[in-house]
């Protein structure tokens, strides 16, 4: 899967001859090949592609991608010369960049010595990747199984005495295990008072009868993410825990049938956060409702109150409201969907309802 085709096609609407990719997401996305860090560089003109790489990953890069010249730099023939023969080649005079990420750095290396304009084009690709075609879906959907299977494991092994650290190792090893290559962050396990933190770090703290497990994790698969959380109760709950929980649940459950293409993520947003304020914890609910999910585990779009831009059909966004009381304990779940001209699908099939272990 490459998406160099994409790319060069909205070349001419934003009066670009080419596009330079150095950040590693966009350049896998635009040739579905990933080497680490800086090393690369994706070049999509009106009607070539290069990919530029050196000695460590020529062959896996040969391998990979399809529709590019692959060429390596060396000493003496570095990105600088490689670029520029291929800018000559095409003679590409304006190069959009990714203003966004490149460092400053890299920018006056390749402002002093490329012999095209540079202009800022980050948006070009961010654009792009909100909309997700087929191929991404399925790759998606199949990230979230994998997270899923690890899920469906897990919750065997959450009683008292395991410790949030242990919960979150499994995790890793059980997404790993059912085919993941990497996750997609470090997972978050949280349990009892530790759960009002959104983004708590799993501790040595044991897990104790009566609380919430609050776990969000995700993995990579062919390059795309997966998230979700599900928080579940141990032993028993308090009539608070229930109502805190059902709240979550009304919540998100309502920000999932306002989503859909077209419709505001303030709007998405808003649906889910109406619950919880009605329910009275609106003070509890700081973070937003979502955020797009693809190569990077956070990009556009968002549905938060920040966002007035209609989300676009085939966009992937989470939906993950929460409700957070300090020191007491705190409830998240999160699925993600696909949104369509009419609704979205929840392409999350692990169960949602309170469950006490
Ligand atoms: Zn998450
Ligand atoms: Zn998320």
């Known amino acids: 899967m490459n998406h160099f085709n994409q790319i060069a096609e909205v070349l001419e609407s934003q009066n670009l001859d080419a596009m330079l990719l150095t950040q590693e997401a966009n350049r896998f996305y635009a040739s579905g090949f990933h080497s680490s ?45 490689l670029i520029n023969e291929a800018l000559a080649k095409q ?30 084009a ?7 990747r909100k909309v997700k075609d087929a191929e991404e879906q399925e790759t998606m ?55 009002s ?24 698969y062919h390059g795309y993410c997966s998230d979700m959380t599900r ?43 109406k619950v919880i304020e009605d329910a009275g914890y609106g003070d509890y609910f700081g973070h937003s409702f979502g955020h797009g999910v693809g190569v990077e585990i956070h990009e556009s779009p968002n549905a938060s109150p920040r966002n007035e831009t209609p989300l676009p059909a085939g966009a992937v966004i989470s939906a993950e409201p929460g409700i957070y009381l300090p020191g007491k304990l705190g409830v998240r779940i999160e699925d993600v969907l696909f949104l369509k001209d009419c609704g979205c699908t929840d392409i999350t099939l692990a169960p949602k309802n309170l469950m006490i272990l």
């Not at 993941?180 to 396990?189: G, K, Q, T, W």
């Open 37 to 81: 860090g800086t090393d690369g560089v994706a070049l999509v003109t009106k009607t070539k592609n290069y990919y530029f790489t050196d000695s460590r990953y020529t062959e896996a890069a040969a391998r990979h991608i399809q529709n590019a010249v692959i060429s390596e730099a060396k000493p003496g023939r570095g990105y600088v010369t």
């Open 91 to 120: 003679g590409a005079k304006r190069g959009g960049f990714e203003d966004a990420y490149m460092t400053v750095a890299d920018y006056e290396l390749y402002r002093k010595n490329l012999r095209c304009e540079l202009v800022p």
């Open 122 to 128: 980050t948006e070009l690709l961010l654009e792009l």
């Open 141 to 195: 959907i199949a990230a979230q199984r994998i997270a899923e299977r690890a899920l469906g494991d897990i919750l065997k092994e959450i009683r008292p005495g395991v410790t949030e650290k242990e919960i979150a190792a499994r995790l890793q090893y059980l997404m790993l295990h059912y085919g993941a290559e990497n996750m997609s962050f470090d997972p978050i396990v949280v349990s009892g008072p530790n759960g």
């Open 197 to 220: 933190l959104p983004h708590g770090v799993p501790s040595e703290k044991a897990i104790q009868s009566g609380e919430f497990v609050t776990m969000d994790f995700g993995c990579i």
């Open 231 to 273: 928080t579940v109760a141990v032993g028993s709950v308090t009539d608070e825990m229930r109502r805190v929980y059902e709240t979550v649940l009304v919540a998100q459950k309502a920000g999932i049938a306002a989503a859909a293409a077209g419709v505001t993520g303030k709007a998405v947003d808003g649906a889910a956060r």
